[in-house]
Structures are given as C-alpha cells and as structure tokens.
C-alpha cells in the first residue's frame, strides 16, 4: 500500500524577520554538521557547516550555532526573505565516515 | 559553476523492471554517493564510492542495488527488479576529498507502478 510521509514541522515568518531552525542529532562520533536547503523538486543544497570544534559560524545572512553537551544544532537566517521558503535539513556526519545523516527536515514559509 | 547532473529526471517503470539511473559528477569529484527520498520523508543514505569500489552502503542497498562507474564521467545506479517501495526521489552526489562538502544533483523521480 501508499507509504505516508512523516509531517514535518513547519515554521512561518513575516518577511524580514528573523528564522532559527532547530535540529537534534544522536551520534556523540559525529564531529562535521550541515545544513542543507531543499526546494521543492530540487536537490539538496548546501547552506553551511560546522566542524564539532567550534560553536559558531556565520555566513551571509546564516548562522549555524552547535552545543555538543545536548546534541543541539541551530540554523539562523537574518531578515527572511520569500526566496528562503524551503525545506532545511540538518546533516552529520561521523569523523571517519563520509556518508551524510539527515534530519527529518523543518518547512520554512515566508509570508510577505 | 560545475554542478552534479542526472538523467533522468523521472522515471516509471514497471514492478519487476530494471532501472538504471545515471549521473554525471562533477569533474574533478573522486567520492560519489547516492541517496534517496521517499515523498515527505527525510534523505537517506544508500551507498558511498570510492576508486572503482564500494566503501559503504547501507542496509537499504541490498542485493537489487548496484553502482558502477562505467568510464570516467557517469555513475549509475541499478535496481535489478523494482518493488513499490523503492518509488522515490534518487540523488547524486560528489565529493573532491573524503571530508569534502557533498554537492547533489536534482535527483531522479522513480515511480514504481
């Protein structure tokens, strides 16, 4: 029979405010984090990373934030904009591994 | 701006077919991966290759599942007898080094019917 896709969470901002996304990991070995913006129809694409030895990383208008203690990474983008409507998934992956683990993914609408 | 590429982009087939699903990665890229989707769901690894061989896989990639490198562009992705469930998104991706960032391709659509 169908198989039904899981719901994913859903997160809506007004245009020009600001998004965090948040994810969960489970494997302490996983020492590289990415996240990944889907469109609909579209592959994966990469937003940023993070290695396990930092907690911070900014790029344009993206901030990735990662707290080992309680396996918590965050995505943070500035003044959303429509353009930023999308699926945003969270990978890792361990430090003598190359395959990537996905989260369950996060829907961002952005209502203009 | 070099991109991964896949052919093609939606496939049907028959339960029982075979299906062969390519990709083109990027040049310079020695690690290659596919991954898949089912619709609404998270992306899952299925099997990661390296210098004509398999380095990983997981257990989704069994014995219906094969990859082959068969010149120096193109990496495939065969399923010998095509069941229902392996409808889904199928992606591409490479990598230059082993710890590289994983560039994906559009994906393949596979509706098993």
């Known amino acids: 029979g169908e198989s039904v896709g899981l719901h994913l969470p859903t997160l809506s901002v007004q245009e020009g405010d600001n998004s965090i996304i948040n994810c969960a990991y489970s494997n302490s070995a996983s020492d590289y984090f990415i996240w990944y913006k889907q469109e609909s129809g579209k592959g994966p694409q990469f937003i940023i990373d993070?290695?396990?030895?930092?907690d911070k990383r900014q790029g344009q208008r993206v901030t990735v934030l990662l707290n080992k203690t309680v396996k918590h990474l965050s995505l943070q983008i500035a003044a959303t904009q429509p353009g930023d409507s999308a699926v945003y998934f969270c990978a890792e992956r361990e430090e003598y591994g190359n395959k990537l683990v996905f989260g369950a993914g996060t829907i961002l609408r952005v209502k203009s | 701006e070099p991109e991964v590429t896949q052919t093609p982009s939606h496939q049907v087939t028959q339960m029982g077919q075979e299906v062969i699903l390519r990709c083109v990665p990027i040049?310079?890229?020695?690690?290659f991966y596919w991954y898949r989707q089912i619709l609404g769901q998270k992306v899952e690894f299925l099997v990661s290759?390296?210098?004509?061989?398999?380095?990983?896989k997981s257990e989704i990639f069994d014995d219906q599942f094969s990859v082959e490198r068969p010149d120096g562009s193109n990496f495939t992705l065969k399923i010998r007898s095509t069941k229902l469930e392996d409808s889904a998104m199928y992606f591409c991706?490479?990598?230059?080094?082993?710890?590289?960032?994983?560039?994906f391709g559009p994906g393949t659509r596979l509706t098993v019917l």
């Open positions: 991706a490479s990598t230059r080094g082993v710890t590289g960032e994983q560039f």
């Open positions: 040049s310079n890229h020695l690690y």
């Open positions: 290759f390296y210098n004509n061989e398999i380095s990983e």
């Open positions: 993070i290695r396990s030895n930092m």
